[in-house]
């Protein structure tokens, strides 16, 4: 066993981190929190004391212009500019984060296995940053930022220790993965190490200064000021989101307990959540952690199980249901939301609305070989993205034909003449002998996916109101995203 087997005890494994696994990070939070308490210290020394980090830099202006935190029509192309427009506490906190995801992820000797935990811990991490920000709406955009920072941080000691790798993190994450129950995590974490991830994460924070908001939240959650209940209750949602062992059940009553925090609708909150995945699918892209996407893109999936709908569909008709993901496809047009949001809240309306037990949206590849599944709404997720994962390089099949002319299909049997041809034993094997429904996503007159819609677990009879409603949705879509692309086109050229 390595040296780190030697290493025992909160203080150990927090010199440790600081100086051997994660100097760049601890000294980053350092020199920023020296300068958050040094009245003499401007915006602009702190855009000057990032500058000799070239890749830290444009990470920086690459996250300052993302939606989450641009606040004009202006480019930011400068860090002196960066830290007139975000102020100090933004782009302190965006100078950390960066430091993070660089450090974390810096490792590329780690197994296989530690490093799925690494991501999802990160990606977990970044989702309930969101969420806290969701459920502090009504407060200032300080405090939601203070709070997004302390929620992203709150597994910092866990999240260093598996990017150290080695055999110890190897030997103990396979320990973890034969737990039956949680509950035991912490006590098999402290015989390894000497200490527990949240005593480590306690001992990093007040080592590094990184700020009472943090620590409070570790060492006294229990306290009910909103800020603290809000990072509690983030951080649980998004692991439970997040965690593969999660029931619909589970994940509905984790909703519904936001709902009653909230004051809200549980369908609002669930569309609020599903902004928040989003917002944290643009955040991570724009730190650099693309690898991260998978992650909350099966997090987003999980809203979209028939189980979890179950009181909504109770009492909202198919048709009501339908207008008002329609209405609502339209209300992100006119805000600009993200394209990617803009399809899922199309697939959902598939899904629940037009009463589908199969809905998936297929990307094309940069080559136009290949579709593979982005968003999928139904049962056995994986085993559906490996068989709907299709070579479309051939034109003499029917996917690549839908793509050539754009217009959508209803096939209800694969034994008719017009479509046996053109469907390939790969295809046989994915899509429902019973019948289905294909639909383009098109921007531009450009074909870039495909809309796949089926009734294979439920046996019932696909009809032409189904194929209507089904098609209407996707053309919908495909006017709302050409909009959105044509606006920021038209956006761009005017900078």
């Given at each position: 066993?390595?040296?780190?087997?030697?290493?025992?005890?909160?203080d150990?494994?927090?010199?440790?981190?600081?100086?051997?696994?994660?100097?760049?990070?601890?000294?980053?939070?350092?020199?920023l929190?020296?300068?958050?308490?040094?009245?003499?210290?401007s915006?602009?020394?702190?855009?000057?004391?990032?500058?000799?980090?070239?890749?830290?830099?444009?990470?920086?202006?690459?996250?300052?212009?993302?939606?989450?935190?641009?606040?004009?029509?202006t480019?930011?192309?400068?860090?002196?500019?960066?830290?007139?427009?975000?102020?100090?506490?933004?782009?302190?906190?965006?100078?950390?984060?960066?430091?993070?995801?660089?450090?974390?992820?810096?490792?590329?000797?780690?197994?296989?296995g530690?490093?799925?935990?690494?991501?999802?811990?990160?990606?977990?991490?970044?989702?309930?940053?969101?969420?806290?920000?969701m459920?502090l709406?009504?407060?200032?955009?300080?405090?939601q930022e203070?709070?997004?920072?302390?929620?992203?941080?709150?597994?910092?000691?866990e999240?260093?220790?598996?990017?150290?790798?080695?055999?110890?993190?190897?030997?103990l994450?396979?320990?973890?993965?034969?737990?039956?129950?949680?509950?035991?995590?912490?006590?098999i974490?402290?015989?390894?190490?000497?200490?527990?991830?949240?005593?480590?994460?306690?001992?990093?924070?007040?080592?590094w200064?990184?700020?009472?908001?943090?620590?409070?939240?570790?060492q006294d959650?229990?306290?009910?000021?909103?800020?603290?209940?809000?990072?509690?209750?983030?951080d649980?949602?998004s692991?439970?989101?997040?965690?593969?062992?999660?029931?619909?059940?589970?994940?509905?009553?984790?909703?519904?307990?936001?709902?009653?925090?909230?004051?809200?609708?549980?369908?609002?909150?669930?569309?609020?959540?599903?902004?928040?995945?989003?917002?944290?699918?643009?955040?991570?892209?724009?730190y650099?952690?693309?690898?991260?996407?998978?992650?909350?893109?099966?997090?987003?999936n999980a809203?979209?199980q028939?189980?979890?709908?179950?009181?909504?569909?109770?009492?909202?008709?198919?048709?009501?249901?339908?207008?008002?993901?329609?209405?609502?496809?339209?209300?992100?047009?006119?805000?600009?939301?993200?394209?990617?949001?803009?399809?899922?809240?199309?697939?959902?309306?598939i899904?629940?609305?037009?009463g589908m037990?199969?809905?998936?949206?297929?990307?094309?590849?940069?080559?136009?070989?290949?579709?593979?599944?982005?968003?999928?709404?139904?049962r056995d997720?994986?085993?559906?993205?490996?068989r709907?994962?299709?070579d479309?390089?051939?034109?003499?099949?029917?996917?690549?034909?839908?793509?050539?002319?754009?217009?959508?299909?209803?096939?209800?049997?694969?034994?008719?003449?017009?479509?046996?041809p053109?469907?390939?034993?790969?295809?046989?094997?994915?899509?429902?002998?019973?019948?289905?429904?294909l639909?383009?996503?098109?921007?531009d007159?450009?074909?870039?996916?495909?809309f796949?819609?089926?009734?294979?677990?439920?046996?019932?009879?696909?009809?032409?109101?189904?194929?209507?409603?089904?098609?209407?949705?996707v053309?919908?879509?495909?006017?709302?995203l050409?909009?959105?692309?044509?606006?920021?086109?038209?956006?761009?050229?005017?900078?």
């Open positions: 066993m390595s040296s780190k087997s030697t290493t025992r005890g909160t150990a494994w927090v010199e440790r981190i600081s100086v051997r696994e994660m100097p760049a990070l601890c000294s980053t939070v350092r020199m929190e020296q300068m958050a308490n040094d009245d003499t210290a915006l602009a020394n702190l855009g000057q004391s990032v500058l000799h980090d070239h890749g830290l830099t444009t990470r920086i202006l690459r996250v300052a212009n993302s939606v989450t935190y641009r606040r004009s029509g480019q930011i192309t400068t860090m002196s500019r960066a830290a007139v427009l975000l102020g100090f506490n933004a782009l302190k906190h965006i100078c950390i984060t960066a430091t993070l995801v660089d450090s974390l992820l810096r490792n590329r000797e780690i197994s296989s530690v490093y799925e935990r690494l991501l999802r811990l990160m990606a977990q991490s970044f989702h309930a940053g969101m969420v806290s920000r459920l709406d009504a407060y200032s955009e300080e405090t203070e709070a997004f920072i302390a929620t992203l941080l709150r597994h910092l000691g999240s260093a220790f598996w990017s150290s790798g080695g055999p110890m993190a190897e030997e994450d396979e320990r973890l993965r034969q737990l039956d129950s949680p509950q035991q995590e912490d006590e974490v402290r015989e390894a190490l000497g200490t527990t991830f949240s005593k480590l994460t306690i001992g990093l924070a007040q080592s200064n990184m700020g009472k908001l943090l620590i409070s939240s570790l959650p229990q306290r009910r000021t909103p800020e603290l209940q809000a990072i509690g209750q983030a649980n949602f692991a439970l989101m997040l965690d593969p062992r999660t029931t619909p059940a589970q994940l509905q009553q984790g909703i519904a307990t936001l709902a009653k925090t909230m004051e809200l609708d549980v369908a609002e909150v669930r569309q609020r959540l599903k902004r928040c995945n989003y917002e944290a699918v643009r955040m991570v892209s724009s650099g952690a693309k690898m991260l996407t998978p992650f909350l893109d099966k997090g987003a809203l979209l028939p189980e979890a709908e179950i009181p909504v569909e109770a009492v909202e008709s198919n048709e009501a249901l339908q207008l008002r993901m329609l209405r609502e496809l339209t209300f992100m047009t006119m805000e600009k939301a993200d394209i990617n949001l803009m399809i899922h809240t199309a697939l959902e309306g899904s629940r609305g037009v037990d199969r809905v998936l949206v297929l990307m094309l590849s940069r080559d136009k070989k290949k579709l593979t599944p982005r968003f999928i709404a139904g997720g994986e085993l559906l993205r490996q709907f994962t299709l479309v390089s051939e034109r003499n099949n029917l996917f690549s034909q839908l793509l050539l002319n754009q217009e959508p299909v209803w096939v209800t049997s694969l034994n008719e003449p017009r479509w046996s053109l469907v390939s034993p790969e295809m046989r094997a994915a899509v429902s002998h019973k019948g289905f429904l639909a383009p996503i098109v921007i007159q450009q074909a870039i996916g495909v796949y819609a089926d009734r294979a677990d439920s046996g019932k009879v696909l009809s032409r109101d189904d194929f209507f409603s089904f098609t209407h949705f053309q919908q879509t495909n006017l709302c050409s909009a959105v692309v044509k606006n920021k086109e038209g956006s761009a050229a005017s900078n």
